[in-house]
């Protein structure tokens, strides 16, 4: 049975917090990634940045409804709208990545890491060696598991 460590990619492209946002899309372009991991200086996992982050950056914003009760104005939204403005603000990539990772250990099986992936809806996958980055997992090393698995 096929596990994370047979099909991630080991060469990971990493982002560190400071990157800037012109940086990361350079990164991405030049690498033709659609995401990376955001590591500290000892390695440590703080995030995932990707393609979404950075197109949300630039996205319009939404102006929270307002309701009027009595003599009394209700701003409903505010929260998203300030979370809006500090990703369109944002000039590292500290302040536009994901830091609720989801992440696998590197003995997980592929169709533990297919399916977290559907369910949770996640493209890219950090796999963790002692709690350290080893890997990641994209749809294409997904498919090439699945298809490698099956010409043996």
Do not use: W
Request: one cysteine or more.
């Amino acid at each position: 049975m096929l596990k994370a460590k047979d099909i991630m990619t080991k060469d990971v492209i990493t982002a560190e917090p400071a990157t800037t946002i012109e940086e990361l899309a350079r990164i991405f372009m030049q690498y033709k990634i659609s995401g990376a991991p955001v590591v500290d200086n000892k390695g440590n996992l703080k995030g995932i940045v990707t393609e979404n982050d950075l197109i949300s950056k630039n996205s319009r914003l939404h102006i929270p409804t307002i309701l009027r009760l009595f003599d009394a104005y209700i701003p409903l939204g505010t929260s998203r709208m300030e979370n809006e403005i500090r990703r369109m603000a944002a000039s590292t990539v500290e302040d536009i990545c994901t830091k609720d990772v989801i992440t696998v250990d590197e003995e997980a099986s592929v169709e533990y890491v297919a399916t977290l992936m559907t369910e949770k809806k996640i493209h890219l996958l950090p796999v963790l060696k002692e709690g350290k980055l080893a890997g990641i997992i994209g749809k294409k090393d997904l498919i090439k598991g699945f298809v490698n698995e099956h010409s043996e």
